[in-house]
């Protein structure tokens, strides 16, 4: 947004922002302004911390306290085995923990409300997302969850409008389900193919489900859709 801002020195950014894009600040003199905690995570009075850029490819943990905004790909390809979010992060942005080979681990906290595309896709050896009581997410972005091959649960939590294209294309779902009380209204194309999924009942209220929702899921017995 604001890459190579030569005399850009400061910015206001509010508690209130949720999301940062990729490279938003790069070769900008406000980096400069900030206090670096570590490689690409940085903090300031007003601010809780936020990351900015990529972080080494090797790093097999990562300390996500007080941490509020990821920018997008921060941890793309990285080594982390388990990832435990802290409450106040709105979003995961796009491709953040995509290709994280080694991950099995993930807790989401009940503040986040948009999951990114591509956000752990192809996190080959994932097996566990868990999302906080009460969870406030929105939206289950476009190939979000696609290709894990080792996820085999996953519960959706209520307040998810929209399930979109490809989200969970690939994932070895055995066991797929939904909060009582879901507040679905939209399933994506192809979010469901390639799935080990065996029965489903769509919840009450959905208005839309594209086509091919469930291609070559050859596992699937029955799927009840509401009247």
Known sequence: ALSGCSN????????SVEY????????TPFLQNLTENSNGVYSRDDWKKIVLGSQ??????????????IEDQSFY????????????????????FCGCDDLINVSIPSSVKYLGSYAFQACKNLETITFGENSQLEIIGYSSIANCNKLKNIIIPKKVSIIDYNSLYGADLENFSFEEGSQLKYIGEIAFAHTNIKSLNIPEGVEYVEKQVFYQSKNLETVKIPS
């Open 8 to 15: 850009l020195t400061d910015v206001n950014i509010p508690s």
């Open 20 to 27: 940062i894009g990729k490279d938003a600040f790069s070769s």
């Open 56 to 69: 080494e490819r090797s790093i097999t943990s990562f300390d996500f306290t007080d941490v509020c905004v």
């Open 77 to 96: 390809g990285t080594k982390l085995q388990n990832i435990v979010l802290d409450e106040g992060i709105k979003s995961i942005g796009s491709h953040t």
